[in-house]
């Protein structure tokens, strides 16, 4: 018997956001989805394959996953809590280029790329977690504006989600030019996956 067979056929996919949940849960869940989808369309590659461009532009998966990388980190160490970045960001270059976080991905291994992006998002899920069990959604986090106003734990939740959906749809692009995977997860969506629970 496989590990599908073993799941709870009644549950959702574990990157479905619940129908009808707190506003936290339809965040979370939300934001969790297009993490699956996003790390789905980048998975599975070679060098070769995480370092495929399209036309002029300079984007690449592997590029891409350093950056969501990066942007987990910088949400909830720096933004969140007014922590410093610390490993594996503090030796950086952005001195010398702007899109460090981007071309610098080309020097790493696919290996590499996955378990970086992979356990940012492990740790990004637990900081946010702890927040929210402190505070919720409304309470203030350490990034503030020139006046001195301080945005909410809501607020990064919501430029997550922006963030991954703008990036998502690259992926959605790069990979079906890599490969011709299309579509937004191996299942066939939540439809299909609710039709092979019965």
């Keep these: 018997m496989s590990d599908a067979d073993d799941q709870d056929r009644t549950a959702p996919p574990p990157w479905e956001p619940p129908l009808a949940g707190t506003e936290a849960e339809q965040l979370l869940g939300a934001l969790d989805r297009l993490r699956w989808t996003f790390r789905w369309k980048a998975g599975d590659l070679d060098d070769s394959g995480l370092r495929h461009r399209l036309g002029a532009s300079s984007l690449t998966l592997g590029g891409l996953l350093k950056h969501l990388a990066w942007v987990e980190d910088h949400t909830t160490r720096e933004k969140l809590a007014g922590e410093s970045l610390g490993a594996p960001w503090e030796h950086d270059g952005w001195e010398d280029d702007e899109d460090w976080e981007l071309t610098s991905a080309a020097l790493d291994t696919p290996a590499e790329l996955y378990a970086l992006y992979d356990a940012t998002v492990e740790r990004s899920r637990s900081r946010v977690a702890a927040a929210l069990a402190e505070g919720g959604l409304d309470q ?59």
């Design 140 to 198: 203030p986090v350490h990034l503030s504006d020139e006046h001195g106003n301080r945005a909410s734990l809501r607020r990064l939740l919501c430029d997550l989600v922006e963030e991954y959906g703008r990036h998502t749809g690259h992926a959605d692009l790069l990979r079906e030019a890599v490969d011709g995977r299309v579509g937004e997860d191996p299942t066939g969506g939540p439809e299909i996956a609710a039709h092979r629970r019965r």
